[in-house]
């Protein structure tokens, strides 16, 4: 009677740990881009929203006169 209790505890034992192993291998990390894009790619398109900015905001300022271009 125990020796079952003990075979039967010992085997489900088993089968979650196989379980378990299966489920972790089955799990592939999801590619991690934002909008379709690599890194690169977002990193280049940061840049370039960073020049827009600095540009429009030179030309706000020109165009406001608050600052001025002393060779013109």
Do not use: K, W, Y
């Not at 905001?57 to 600052?67: K, T, W, Y």
């Amino acid at each position: 009677m125990f020796d079952d209790l003990r075979q039967q505890a010992d085997s489900s034992f088993e089968e979650e740990e196989q379980d378990q192993g299966m489920e972790t291998s089955r799990r592939v990390r999801p590619a991690r881009n934002f909008l379709g894009m690599t890194p690169v790619q977002r990193f280049v398109i940061a840049v370039m929203v960073l020049m827009m900015t600095c540009i429009l905001g030179s030309f706000c300022l020109l165009v406001s006169e608050r600052i001025f271009v002393p060779f013109i």
